[in-house]
């Protein structure tokens, strides 16, 4: 609500700023067109005998132009400045939506097998499986038991809980330095994913999560899900 009265103010004080800007253009252009349709009063005396014109009078023409100028260029501004500010939310809405979108696309061919057709492929559905739901592989002499990431951010909610993710910084740590069976992914743990692949991913599992996670349970998109996950885990701590 907050932010939203807000933005309605700031667009009622731009189109403010935008009709007083088109009154100030109008009214700089009447007098400029006024005062060019005036004509000088005729002289009674021959050309040839009329004094030379003052060097005021010289100047003058050169003045005005230069003044009409300035006034263009003040009342340009007075209504460029205003439509860039009114525009600018939009806008910004607009490129986050498209960034997002990018990411998520990139973030969906991340988790498929890398081939010659999909170069970003980093092979998650190796161990979580073809759908990303989580089931049984060897791991080394033992078994490990990939979790299922399509309601990844249901936390200790979900079924079977996921007691360690209760944020999405929680999903970006685990794909950064790995977890169990699960090796590190970040360059800087000796992986091969930079911090932008790795936010794809997270991209990607935040909103395919967010499909089967009711929003009240959501441990990535709702604040007080995450707190009450994390409380939870306080008073009944279980091993990650």
């Excluded at 010659?116 to 049984?136: K, W």
Aim: include cysteine; glycine fraction near 8%.
């Amino acid at each position: 609500m907050v932010a939203a009265q807000m933005l309605a103010e700031t667009s009622t004080a731009g189109i403010v700023l935008l009709v007083l800007g088109a009154i100030f253009v109008v009214a700089a252009g009447a007098a400029l067109y006024l005062r060019s349709r005036q004509k000088e009063q005729p002289l009674d005396i021959p050309r040839g005998m009329r004094p030379g014109p003052s060097d005021a009078a010289l100047e003058t023409p050169l003045l005005q132009k230069l003044q009409g100028w300035g006034v263009v260029l003040v009342a340009f501004f007075v209504i460029f400045i205003p439509y860039n500010w009114l525009r600018e939310p939009t806008e910004n809405l607009r490129q986050e939506e498209e960034l997002l979108t990018l990411s998520f696309d990139r973030g969906e061919l991340s988790v498929q097998a890398f081939s010659e057709e999909n170069q970003l492929g980093v092979g998650c559905v190796r161990c979580h499986g073809p759908e990303l739901r989580g089931g049984v592989i060897q791991s080394g002499a033992s078994l490990a038991y990939p979790p299922n990431l399509t309601n990844i951010c249901a936390g200790p909610f979900g079924t079977p809980p996921h007691n360690a993710i209760f944020s999405q910084d929680d999903i970006f740590q685990v794909l950064e330095e790995g977890r169990n069976a699960m090796p590190s992914w970040s360059i800087r743990y000796q992986g091969a994913l930079n911090d932008q692949q790795i936010n794809d991913l997270v991209v990607y599992l935040v909103e395919m999560s967010s499909e089967n996670v009711p929003f009240e349970d959501n441990v990535c998109l709702n604040q007080e899900a995450s707190d009450r996950a994390l409380a939870e885990s306080d008073l009944n701590p279980r091993d990650p």
